[in-house]
């Protein structure tokens, strides 16, 4: 077989992870193995934080829902419980927006799930 020279190639890659690396400080973005291992770690980091991203605004989301629950007289779960047996499909994201910029929705909604709720 013969002899296979990557020098376009690893100059293709090397020139990719120093563009990658511009804006680091010192030798992070001169030096190809500080560079390099910079990049990588940012590549790790942002592959995590795409999933935590997700995990955080569900969170963020549900602690709105909480809060203006509560301010209705009912709690998080019970709010969506009683939404669940209303048969109302809003997704938690709708329903963080409604808390926020229209309480009057929300409050009808807080309505429509109590109810929906079993008398207890």
């Not at 963020?60 to 809060?67: D, K, V």
């Amino acid at each position: 077989m013969p002899r296979v020279k990557s020098n376009v190639v690893r100059l293709k890659r090397k020139k990719q992870v120093m563009k990658a690396a511009k804006g680091a400080f010192g030798g992070r973005s001169k030096l190809w193995k500080a560079a390099k291992e910079t990049v990588e770690r940012g590549w790790v980091y942002a592959y995590r934080d795409r999933k935590n991203k997700k995990r955080d605004f569900r969170k963020l989301w549900i602690i709105r829902i909480n809060a203006a629950a509560r301010l209705n007289g009912m709690s998080y779960n019970t709010f969506m419980n009683g939404l669940k047996l209303a048969n109302v499909e809003v997704d938690r994201k709708i329903l963080s927006d409604l808390a926020v910029s229209d309480p009057a929705a929300f409050t009808a909604l807080a309505d429509k799930a109590r109810a929906a709720l079993p008398a207890a």
